[in-house]
Nanobody, 119 residues
Framework: QVQLAESGGGLVPAGGSLRLSCVVSGRPSSLFAMSWFRQAPGKEREFVAR????????YAADSLKGRFTISRNNGKNTMYLQMNSLEPEDTGVYYC????????????WGQGTQVTVSS
């Protein structure tokens, strides 16, 4: 059974940084194309970034490019999201997803980790 577990969220002042982690268990993470999404209070879940199985190809939402960086270490079955220059608008629950296919249709989701950015 595949499970995803996010960690690294917390309370940070505006301008600060956080690094989120997503650990894959049950199968090697190298089998999955993976992505990060987030959901702010009262809003729909939105795409943040995605990364190919090998990590060679990444893509981030246009509004987040330059501040957020996605990466992975398949030797540790872990995906990361480095978030810099955080803004209050980045507050929300951050979820990682794993897809068997290259279209990033996520089959598996983590439980989410809360990120709160204070102004």
């Amino acid at each position: 059974q595949v499970q995803l577990a996010e960690s690294g969220g917390g309370l940070v002042p505006a301008g600060g940084s956080l690094r989120l982690s997503c650990v894959v268990s049950g199968r090697p993470s190298s089998l999955f194309a993976m992505s990060w999404f987030r959901q702010a209070p009262g809003k729909e879940r939105e795409f943040v970034a995605r990364i190919s199985r090998s990590g060679d190809t990444t893509y981030a939402a246009d509004s987040l490019k330059g501040r957020f960086t996605i990466s992975r270490n398949n030797g540790k079955n872990t995906m990361y999201l480095q978030m810099n220059s955080l803004e209050p608008e980045d507050t929300g629950v951050y979820y990682c997803g794993a897809s068997w296919t290259s279209d990033y249709t996520n089959t598996y989701w983590g439980q989410g980790t809360q990120v709160t950015v204070s102004s």
